[in-house]
């Protein structure tokens, strides 16, 4: 699943507990209302098979990466939740400059009809649109910003 579907949050009671998978981490989002959420990802991974007929995942792209930062599950996260948002190279020196953060630093915030992925604060620098992808760079990141 690449976001959130906004039909679930109407369907829940204010203070509803929604907990998904997105990416390779479960989500908990905390409903505010029927369009207004929001939580962070649970500390283990989670993979799931693709329903039948959906095709495979899509690939994340990881040119021009060294291997090594690959074989790290907190960074191929990283990867998987910034899919098409972020150059590989950018989401490495991301990682490296934040301390390696492991899942439970991300969360995700509905609001309305935007919804978004981010580390450590919602508002804070480092933001990913759910959904398709498109930008190539995280929104709110700035630029020069690691």
């Given amino acids: 699943m690449a976001a959130i579907p906004s039909a679930w949050l109407g369907q829940c009671r204010p203070g509803a507990l929604i907990l998904t998978p997105l990416a390779t981490?479960?989500?908990a989002?905390?409903?505010a209302d029927a369009r207004h959420a929001e939580g962070h990802f649970l500390a283990v991974p989670a993979y799931f098979v693709?329903?039948?007929g959906s095709g495979p995942p899509p690939q994340v792209p990881a040119h021009g990466l060294p291997s090594r930062p690959l074989l790290d599950d907190s960074f191929r996260f990283l990867l998987?939740?910034?899919a098409g948002h972020m150059e590989p190279v950018e989401a490495l020196a991301l990682w490296?400059?934040?301390g390696r953060p492991g899942r439970e630093r991300y969360g995700v915030t509905v609001r309305g009809e935007r919804q978004w992925a981010w580390l450590d604060d919602p508002e804070g620098?480092?933001?990913w649109p759910l959904g398709p992808p498109g930008r190539l760079e995280p929104f709110g990141l700035s630029p020069g910003a690691p």
């Fill in 25 to 27: 981490g479960l989500i």
């Fill in 80 to 82: 998987n939740v910034a």
């Fill in 96 to 98: 490296e400059h934040e």
């Fill in 125 to 127: 620098a480092y933001g």
């Fill in 50 to 52: 693709p329903l039948r």
């Fill in 29 to 31: 989002l905390r409903v």
